[in-house]
C-alpha cells in the first residue's frame, strides 16, 4: 500500500456537500487536493446524504409552469425581512445575501442542470409565514425538490472528485480527525491531527474515536468545510439564545453524531473569528425514528396547514403558528410553555395528503427516481414511510373516538395532565368554523388560501373537513419532539470565503464554506431561514471557495 502524500495545493477539511463542491472545482483547476474527513468512506456527502434535496431558486421554470409569478425583488424582500440582520458583524453576512439571492435567481439552476440535476415539478411552500408582507415567511413557493432527493444533489460533485481521484489530483483521506490548524507567520499551511481506527461503521452511523497514530499535512491553503454543531446537544445548549425560551432538557438529533462543531473552536484558535453562535435552526415536528441509524435519531414530518396544534397541556398554538408557517417562533412558543413537546391532532384523510417525512431514506420514489412508487402519492392512503410511523412509531396514537385518542395521549405523557375538556373545545370550536364556506378561524382560513396554489390543492392540503366526521377517521395525534439540525452562525468570511481575523481582515491560506461558515460570510440567513437554502449555501459557498483559491494560487 503506497504512502499518500502529505503536500498538496490544497487541504479540504470535511468530504459533505461544501467541501465536495470546493473539491471539485480545484479539480477542474488541475489543482492537487487532500481531502480529509474524521468519518469511514461510508459516510461521504456527510449530512446532504440524508437531506430531503430541497433547493431554494427563483423565478425558475417549475414555478412558471405552477402559477408562481416570482422575482428577485420578491425574494429579497423576504430574505431580509426573515433574516432581521441587526448587528454590526452582520455587515458580510447580508452581502453574502445579496450574492447568494443574485446566484438563486440566475445562474443556480442552469449550473446544476448542467450536471444532471432534475427537480420535481411541483415547488413546495415552506415557511409560510402568516404575517405581513414585510414580515417573516415566503410569499410564494421556492421549495424545489430534487429528483434523487440529498444523494440526487451530491451525485454529480462525488462523481468528479472521484474522476479527480482516478487522475491523481485527489487524495481521500478518510479517519483523519484534524485536531490543529498549522499557522506559521500569521499563515495557515496546514493540518495535524490524529489518524482515527478503521471504521466499518454504516452511513450516519457512530464510529470509533481511537487514535492509531498522528499526521501532518501541509499546504497552499486550507478549506473548513466541517459543518456544525446539531449533533452535540451540550454544546447547542450552550449557545441557545434566551429569545427562544428554556434550552430543552431532551432533544432528539436530526444530523448525526459526527457534527459536533469541534472544527469551529481548531478555527478559532488559529486565529478564526466566529459570530452569530446563538443563531440556530432547530425543528419542532421531531418524531423519534422506530428505525434508527444514530443515537436520538429523529425525524421531521414536513407538515400541510391542517393538522391541529396543541402545547403538552392541549392548548391550541397561537395564531400564525399553523403547521409550516414559522419554524423558530413556534420553537420559541413552545419553549416558554415550560414543556419541551408538543401535538397535532388530525385524520387520516390528513396524514394521507399532507405528511411528508424529511429525509432522503423516507422518500424512496424520490430518492430512487421510482416513477410508479411516486404515482402512490395522487392515490387513496399515505406514503409507505409515514404509514410505517404510524404503525410503529412511539409518538403516534391511533383512535377511533376523541375520549379513545385523549386516553392515548395522556398515556404517552404521563408527567402532564392535559386538559380533556379544553381539547375537545378546541376540536368543536374548529369544526363548527366548517359550517360555512366562510370562517373566522384564522387556520381554516390559511387552509382555504393555500388550495388557490395549485401545487397544495393538487398533493399538499386536504380539502377542509372536521376533524370528528367519521368519514376523515380515524383521529391520530403526533407527539412532536425539539429536532436538533443546523448552525446558522459560523466563521465570518468575506466574499471570497476567506476567514476573517479579530481586525477583519483575511487570514492568509484560510478558508471556509458551508455549514461551518453560517453558510456565507458567518450567517447569511441572519436569525431565520427560508428553507432549502441549507443545501443551496453549501453549493454557493463551496463553489465560492473552491473558485476562490484557484484565483489565488
Request: charged share 20%.
Amino acid at each position: 500500500m503506497s504512502t499518500p502524500p502529505s503536500t498538496a495545493d490544497v487541504i479540504v477539511v470535511g468530504a459533505g456537500l461544501a467541501g465536495l463542491v470546493a473539491t471539485a472545482e480545484l479539480v477542474k483547476a488541475g489543482k492537487r487536493v487532500l481531502l480529509v474527513d474524521q468519518e469511514p468512506a461510508a459516510s461521504l456527502g456527510g449530512q446532504a446524504w440524508w437531506s430531503f434535496g430541497g433547493l431554494f431558486l427563483i423565478d425558475s421554470p417549475e414555478q412558471r409552469r405552477m402559477g408562481v409569478r416570482d422575482s428577485l425583488q420578491l425574494a429579497t424582500q423576504d430574505w431580509f425581512a426573515s433574516a432581521g440582520f441587526d448587528r454590526e458583524e452582520d455587515a458580510w453576512p447580508k452581502r453574502w445575501a445579496e450574492a447568494y439571492l443574485n446566484f438563486a435567481a440566475g445562474e443556480k439552476r442552469a449550473w446544476l442542470h448542467e450536471k444532471g440535476v432534475r427537480f420535481f415539478p411541483v415547488v413546495g411552500w415552506a415557511e409560510r409565514g402568516g404575517y405581513t408582507a414585510l414580515e417573516h415567511g415566503n410569499s410564494v413557493p421556492r421549495f424545489h425538490i430534487t429528483w434523487g432527493t440529498g444523494p440526487g444533489v451530491l451525485a454529480p460533485f462525488i462523481a468528479e472528485v472521484r474522476d479527480g481521484v482516478a487522475a491523481g489530483l485527489v487524495t481521500m483521506l478518510h479517519r483523519h480527525r484534524v485536531d490543529e490548524l498549522i499557522v506559521e507567520n500569521g499563515a495557515v499551511t496546514g493540518v495535524r491531527g490524529s489518524r482515527l481506527t478503521p471504521s466499518n461503521a454504516v452511513r450516519g452511523a457512530a464510529s470509533s474515536r481511537e487514535a492509531i497514530g498522528d499526521f501532518e499535512l501541509w499546504a497552499s491553503a486550507v478549506i473548513v468545510t466541517s459543518g456544525g454543531i446539531g449533533g452535540n446537544h451540550d454544546l447547542v445548549r450552550k449557545r441557545w439564545p434566551a429569545r427562544l425560551g428554556t434550552p430543552p432538557k431532551t432533544m432528539l438529533s436530526g444530523v448525526p453524531a459526527h457534527v459536533d462543531g469541534r472544527m469551529l473552536g481548531i478555527a478559532e484558535e488559529a486565529g478564526a473569528t466566529l459570530i452569530n453562535g446563538d443563531r440556530m435552526w432547530h425543528y419542532t415536528e421531531g418524531i423519534t425514528n422506530w428505525d434508527p441509524v444514530w443515537a436520538a435519531h429523529g425525524i421531521r414530518i414536513l407538515p400541510g396547514p391542517s393538522s391541529l396544534w396543541l402545547d403538552a397541556t392541549g392548548k391550541r398554538l397561537p395564531v400564525p403558528l399553523f403547521p409550516g408557517f414559522d419554524t423558530l417562533g413556534t420553537l420559541e412558543h413552545i419553549q416558554k410553555t415550560g414543556y419541551d413537546y408538543s401535538w397535532f391532532v388530525l385524520t387520516q384523510k390528513i396524514i394521507e395528503k399532507e405528511f411528508a417525512l424529511s429525509g432522503s431514506e423516507q422518500n424512496p420514489d424520490l430518492t430512487d427516481k421510482d416513477l410508479k412508487l411516486l404515482a402512490k402519492r395522487v392515490t387513496p392512503g399515505a406514503p409507505g414511510a409515514v404509514e410505517a410511523f404510524k404503525r410503529h412509531g412511539v409518538d403516534f396514537v391511533v383512535a377511533d373516538t376523541l375520549p379513545e385518542l385523549l386516553t392515548g395521549m395522556q398515556r404517552l405523557s404521563p408527567e402532564v395532565t392535559i386538559d380533556a375538556a379544553r381539547v375537545e373545545a378546541e376540536i368543536r370550536g374548529r369544526d363548527r368554523g366548517l359550517d360555512n364556506d366562510f370562517s373566522k378561524d384564522a387556520q381554516i382560513n390559511a387552509i382555504r388560501q393555500a388550495r388557490h396554489y395549485r401545487g397544495d390543492k393538487l398533493i399538499r392540503v386536504a380539502s377542509p373537513h372536521k376533524l370528528l366526521d367519521p368519514k376523515a377517521g380515524p383521529l391520530i395525534a403526533v407527539k412532536l419532539h425539539i429536532l436538533t439540525r443546523k448552525s446558522l452562525g459560523g466563521i465570518q468570511t468575506d466574499l471570497s470565503a476567506r476567514a476573517l481575523g479579530a481586525d477583519g481582515t483575511p487570514i492568509p491560506g484560510l478558508y471556509a464554506a458551508g455549514e461551518a461558515s453560517g453558510f456565507g460570510g458567518g450567517g447569511v440567513h441572519g436569525y431565520r431561514s427560508l428553507e432549502g437554502t441549507f443545501l443551496g449555501g453549501c453549493l454557493f459557498s463551496g463553489r465560492t471557495a473552491g473558485r476562490a483559491v484557484v484565483a489565488a494560487l
